[in-house]
């Protein structure tokens, strides 16, 4: 009924956000003290007889607004890629990329909500721009955001390549 797994040569990797709070708390302080807070609380949440079978715990240093930029960057061009398939270009202005990862960012949930924030303000309505047939093929689509007149607001303009 069961079947016999072969794990040899095998990484498995599992992420937490236990001692995430206590990560924040302790920015600056040395790595080796925050590990040892970190493997503390992993012992208040897991059994030890879980927690003997891992053979390593990698606590990773919290993101900075500089992480997330760069996170966002990188998401950014994967949509770029995906329109590039339809023959449309994205120009994300800086300023716009700076506004997602701040509404893209937690200090609990890391860079997780960034994905969520490129869909929500740019994504779905240049979904919508496009289903109303607002940029044609070959089109640049510039994305910006005045941080001053309308934060938050994400503006599209288009012109022909």
């Given at each position: 009924?069961?079947?016999?797994?072969?794990?040899?040569?095998?990484?498995?990797?599992?992420?937490?956000?236990?001692?995430?709070?206590?990560?924040?708390?302790?920015?600056?302080?040395?790595?080796d003290e925050i590990?040892?807070?970190?493997?503390?609380?992993?012992?208040?949440?897991?059994?030890?007889?879980?927690?003997?079978?891992?053979?390593?715990?990698?606590?990773?240093?919290?993101?900075?607004?500089?992480?997330?930029?760069?996170?966002?960057?990188?998401?950014?061009?994967?949509?770029?890629?995906?329109?590039?398939?339809?023959?449309?270009?994205?120009?994300?202005?800086?300023?716009?990329?700076?506004?997602?990862?701040?509404?893209?960012?937690?200090?609990?949930?890391?860079?997780?909500?960034?994905?969520?924030?490129?869909?929500?303000?740019?994504?779905?309505?240049?979904?919508?721009?496009?289903?109303?047939?607002?940029?044609?093929?070959?089109?640049?689509?510039?994305?910006?955001?005045?941080?001053?007149?309308?934060p938050g607001q994400?503006?599209?303009?288009?012109?022909?390549?």
């Amino acid at each position: 009924q069961g079947r016999t797994v072969d794990f040899k040569n095998t990484v498995i990797v599992m992420t937490s956000n236990i001692g995430s709070q206590l990560i924040q708390s302790m920015v600056g302080q040395d790595s080796d003290e925050i590990k040892e807070a970190v493997t503390g609380e992993l012992k208040n949440y897991f059994r030890p007889e879980f927690l003997n079978r891992i053979d390593e715990t990698v606590v990773f240093h919290a993101l900075d607004a500089k992480h997330i930029e760069a996170i966002a960057a990188i998401q950014v061009a994967v949509l770029q890629q995906r329109l590039a398939r339809m023959d449309l270009t994205l120009e994300v202005s800086p300023a716009a990329l700076a506004e997602l990862a701040k509404v893209g960012f937690d200090p609990v949930f890391g860079a997780r909500p960034l994905k969520r924030a490129i869909q929500q303000r740019i994504e779905n309505p240049l979904s919508k721009l496009l289903l109303e047939g607002k940029f044609a093929p070959k089109s640049v689509i510039a994305v910006d955001v005045d941080p001053i007149q309308a934060p938050g607001q994400f503006s599209f303009a288009g012109s022909a390549a």
